[in-house]
């Protein structure tokens, strides 16, 4: 049963950071698609809810060719899966979406929520560190951006402190030949990943891997950087052997709990798979960019 | 028979009460408010076996708000069960004085003014425990050594149960191949939308209301009444609606059971809804079950014998199970002739959630054996699986040994259309599959282990002065829409409309007396009796419109669409309405009324009836990652004539859906007795956008022991499925899947030893 609470309603950015500043025991809620499940278990009670669904200064998505994307923390799910140029310029964002928990879900929770909230198995985590995104945090006090493969700590634990909230998620525009793919491996399609693998490719003009990315989801306490799989890409020219080999890499370096619903042996396989494709299907996005 | 000729059955009618579901104003149990309730919560155990020392209520007691804790020693700790007819079954104290069984098995009870304090309060009871050995798994509990779990109960041994016909021994020495399997189905959970919920009230007039989430009222009525030392009929039981059921609905709960306790003694009503949690780790479950499978067959594929041995989970309780156990063994039979049949099943206790009946009722895991092994026989020797099917498929007038008479059954039909559908779907691409399954259900079971000394169903009809009916019936409508059904029956028997008729369900005061929504049996039972009470206010009708038209007795009249009239000259009649108001008037102003009831007589051991179905499931493997992805579910179906065409459409895709489930997804594992997956996230049910196609094909057969000719349409199309998604994978992989839920990791692990076993 979700404990008694006292309500805050910030009309503003300011009031919000002052008001967090000022409660000790407050937990910020926007969608409360993650919150409000963790309260009914009784696992949180905060004596105070800030409300920030009404800070409209947080909402929104910005695209410029030379900035990239800017999407600020109270936008949904939903916003993000609608967003016409998202969708032109980062295909992986909307089909992450599409995939992420029901429309119900997606219509109410928000991105700087998920992050916020920084569950391993959440799927925005790793497309988005794929995609080299760097997340804006602050609190009365000051801001602070920091690259998002930087954010999360540990299980359900991120670099902002007491009175921080998550402001803005900033994508750099994507390079002339870059692809990003994500799948995670679920028993329904919309339901929380088992395990996921994001993984994004820029190619030379020469064809030869400039850059890539392997981001395992729901493989460790945070998403997880697989560089090792990385800096075997680089410079090369890739083949399904390459992908194959960063597969087993992914597979070896990744750290993933069992549960009833798949072992960990099964778990390091199907990360092993699923960065095998992943790599495949960015080279292939890239390739025709 | 032609019945083609109906106006109503069989045609595009809405469920009567779909709008005051939609607009939320129908009254679940859960939206029942009384002045000055009580709110109910049940303490839990968190021990799989362990004796109850001392139960202190004390400091609950003192938690301002609290107005009641109760335990087992506040009741007359009567052993019930729903098998009433054999003492031995009767196994379960709701609230135990001794000792409990499982983990969530309810230990004592609070009532308070908020549901918030009645939780608190829980925390507040000590209980000193003797902590047990516990045994979680029937080839475990079943051996010598293993903790007693009921005392006196050997080797845990709950029931057991022989099934045989003809010389299986000499059958099997006939036979060309033989094969032999070992095969083991999970649980499930009934997952109902409506958790398990009650609100209580006993007056001092010594009077008890319940309104309860139940599949019969009467039975919920004649088991609270044994367990509280009440007269039944001091008892009303009203569910005007239920949120499903599923076949876990009708036996005693600890919802009905501790807000009745703790009404009686406050004399105030008590509402008790279990949680998510509750309704998961403390409701009943399907029956797990492990099975031996032995078939003999010749080369040509004609079958011979079959011989299986099967182990079922029971749970610390009987429940349902005796039924289920009975019930598995006889459709692993079907739907096939067999010159020697033996089944024996042993169902046993362990320190697990007792299991029950759930849609199939033992079916589904039965099919799951039986129908994948036939698959494998027929490509072990080369033989075509519809062909054989066919070949050893039921018949009309075919009689199962000492069991079942089948008067009618669509099986071959079934079977052709089936076979049409795979093959316009020409060559598929890899890793894909079809996977076909036939089986048949039974249309209401022909037992009466409750004890009823009341008429399986019964139906009153009333005809007001403006020509609308009153139509009182105990059958009871879960969401599967039986009062839609029976208001159909209604209509087209009286010559009426749908929206003429006003059926009344669910409240034991009003009601006749019925079984109740289980085992297929409502539209068969139940629609019998509305079609003789219908048909008995009719006659009464045109015994007034004889006299008013004064028509040659050689005629016949009838009733179509309000319009009394003579059948050869159906122009030559009069308006309904004005024939009821004149009837009424002749009878000295009583309305017109009609009785009607049913109870099963000379239909073998099992059913009056028998549907029967084909089913093909077509699906996809990963090779890579195991994954199955569910394309398209095709049923070819013969439930007899059709009554309710939207209902039936309901039934095959939630039937698909549950049964789905069953096949890859659903599974309720367990940890030293704890279930692990208690809520919806970790308990995978399938949603809507996962939700595959799920088409039907309607095979055309009359039933004569069926209401206008139909049988059971809903709980048998759960049977096929998980063995139809089997037989897709072992046709797009070669690999065979025996244990349920079919999850990916086990696809992988059967794709390794298939490899292995090719080097």
């Not at chain 2, 008790?272 to 492990?290: G, H, L, Q, Y």
């Not at chain 2, 059904?485 to 929206?499: D, P, R």
């Amino acid at each position: 049963m979700i404990n008694d609470f006292h309500y805050l309603k910030p009309a503003s950015l300011k009031e919000a950071l002052a008001m967090y500043a000022q409660y000790d025991d407050c937990k910020v809620i926007c969608g409360g698609q993650s919150l409000l499940i963790v309260m009914r278990q009784g696992m949180v009670a905060p004596e105070y809810l800030l409300d920030i669904k009404h800070v409209k200064e947080l909402s929104y998505i910005k695209f410029d060719d030379k900035d990239g994307l800017r999407i600020g923390a109270t936008t949904t799910h939903r916003e993000i899966e609608k967003s016409d140029v998202i969708a032109k310029k980062y295909p992986v964002l909307v089909a992450m979406e599409e995939k992420l928990a029901s429309i119900q879900t997606r219509n109410w929770g928000t991105i700087g929520g998920n992050l916020a909230h920084a569950d391993p198995a959440g799927d925005p985590g790793p497309v988005l560190i794929a995609l080299n995104a760097e997340i804006k945090f602050g609190s009365s006090s000051g801001e602070k951006t920091v690259p998002l493969d930087e954010f999360f700590v540990d299980y359900f634990e991120t670099k902002m402190e007491h009175g921080d909230l998550v402001l803005e998620v900033h994508v750099p525009a994507p390079e002339p030949k870059f692809g990003c793919a994500y799948q995670k491996f679920n028993l329904l399609d919309s339901d929380m990943g088992i395990v996921a693998a994001a993984a994004s490719v820029t190619l030379n003009a020469d064809g030869t891997c400039k850059d890539a990315r392997v981001v395992l989801g729901n493989a460790g306490p945070v998403p997880l950087r697989v560089t090792k799989a990385e800096d075997l890409l680089k410079g090369k020219k890739l083949d399904d052997a390459l992908f194959a080999e960063a597969g087993q890499i992914a597979s070896e370096e990744a750290q993933p709990v069992a549960d009833i619903h798949a072992s960990e042996e099964h778990r390091r396989h199907v990360l092993g798979v699923l960065t095998k494709r992943m790599l495949k299907k960015a080279f292939e996005q890239a390739q025709k960019a | 028979m032609s019945h083609a000729k109906y106006s109503v059955i069989n045609t595009h009618v809405h469920n009567i009460d779909g709008v005051a579901k939609v607009t939320g104003r129908a009254t679940y149990t859960f939206d029942v408010k009384l002045p000055g309730m009580l709110y109910g919560k049940i303490l839990r155990s968190p021990h799989p076996h362990a004796k109850i020392i001392n139960i202190d209520t004390t400091r609950a007691m003192e938690l301002p708000g609290v107005k009641i804790v109760v335990t087992g020693k506040d009741t007359l700790g009567i052993k019930q069960g729903i098998w009433r007819r054999y003492e031995e079954l009767c196994d379960e104290q709701v609230l135990p004085l001794e000792k409990v069984r499982y983990i969530g098995e309810p230990v004592a009870a609070v009532a308070a003014v908020t549901e918030e304090i009645a939780e608190a309060a829980l925390d507040l009871i000590d209980v000193e425990w003797e902590v047990l050995p516990a045994v979680y798994e029937p080839l475990e509990a079943i051996k010598k050594e293993a903790p007693t779990i009921h005392e006196g109960v050997e080797r845990n041994v709950n029931v057991t149960r022989h099934i045989e016909w003809g010389d299986v021994d000499e059958a099997f020495e006939d036979a060309d191949y033989i094969r032999e399997d070992w095969f083991k189905c999970s649980g499930q959970a009934h997952m109902c939308m409506e958790t398990r919920a009650a609100v209580s009230s006993f007056t001092p007039e010594g009077k008890l209301t319940v309104w309860a989430s139940t599949q019969s009222a009467y039975y919920t009525q004649g088991l609270l009444a044994g367990v509280l030392g009440l007269r039944e009929g001091d008892v009303r039981v009203l569910a005007p609606y239920v949120g499903g059921g599923f076949g876990g609905k009708f036996e005693l709960d600890a919802a009905m059971f501790c807000s009745a306790v703790m009404s009686m003694k406050l004399f105030k009503p008590v509402k008790v809804v279990f949680s998510r949690e509750e309704d998961f780790i403390a409701s009943k479950r399907r029956t797990p079950m492990f099975y031996y499978v032995r078939t003999g067959i010749k080369k040509d594929g004609t079958f011979c014998a079959r011989e299986s041995r099967m182990f079922s989970n029971g749970g610390a309780y009987t429940g349902m199970g005796a039924t289920a156990l009975y019930l598995s063994g006889f459709f692993h039979s079907f739907p096939y002739k067999w010159r020697g049949y033996r089944y024996d099943g042993y169902r046993v206790y362990t320190n697990t959630l007792p299991s029950t009946s759930m849609r199939g009722f033992g079916a589904p895991q039965a099919m799951f054996c039986s129908e994948q092994q036939i698959d494998w026989i027929c490509a072990d020797l080369g033989l075509d699986p519809f062909e054989v099917r066919r070949k050893n498929g039921h018949t009309e007038g075919y009689e199962v040994p000492g069991q079942a008479f089948i008067a009618s059954c669509g099986l071959e039909q079934c079977i052709n259309e089936i076979e049409k559908w795979v093959k316009s779907k020409g060559k598929l691409p890899a890793n894909r599959g079809i996977g076909i399954s036939s089986c048949g259900f039974m249309s209401g079971g022909i037992f009466n282990w409750f004890d009823s000394p009341y008429s399986f169903s019964s139906a009153v009809v009333t005809i007001n002065v403006d020509g609308t009916v009153e139509l009182h019936v105990g059958c009871q409508d879960i969401g599967q829409g039986s009062n839609t059904t029976m208001a159909i029956i209604a209509a087209e028997t009286l010559g009426v409309k749908v929206e003429d008729i006003r059926v009344h369900s669910g409240d034991t005061a009003h009601c006749p007396a019925d079984l109740g929504a289980w085992g297929s049996r409502q539209t068969l039972m139940a629609g019998n009796a509305v079609k003789m009470a219908c048909e008995d206010a009719k006659k009464q009708l045109l015994e007034f419109a004889y006299a008013e038209m004064g028509i040659n007795i050689v005629y016949d009249l009838d009733i179509k669409d309000r319009w009394v009239h003579i059948v050869a000259r159906p122009e030559r009649g009069l308006p309904y309405g004005d024939l009821v108001k004149k009837a009424l008037r002749a009878k000295d102003g009583q309305r017109i009324m009609g009785r009607g009831y049913y109870t099963p007589h000379r239909k073998g051991m099992i059913s009056p009836a028998y549907s029967y179905m084909m089913q093909a499931v077509d699906a996809e493997v990963d090779p890579e990652t195991g994954k199955i992805k569910i394309h398209e579910v095709m049923t070819a179906h013969d439930c007899g004539q059709p009554i309710n065409q939207l209902g039936l459409v309901g039934q095959l895709e939630g039937a698909a859906s549950m049964a789905l489930g069953y096949a890859y997804l659903e599974d309720m594992p367990f940890e030293d007795g704890k279930m692990m997956n208690p809520n919806l996230v970790d308990y995978k049910v399938i949603k809507a956008p996962e939700m595959p196609e799920a088409g039907i094909i309607e095979i055309d057969t009359y039933e004569p022991e069926g209401p206008y000719g139909a049988k059971e349409a809903g709980e048998g199309l759960t049977n096929p499925t998980a063995a139809a998604l089997g037989n897709a994978i072992y046709n797009a992989m070669g690999i065979q899947m025996k244990e349920l839920p079919i999850t990916p990791e086990r696809v992988l692990k059967a794709l390794r030893e298939k490899k292995e076993a090719q080097k």
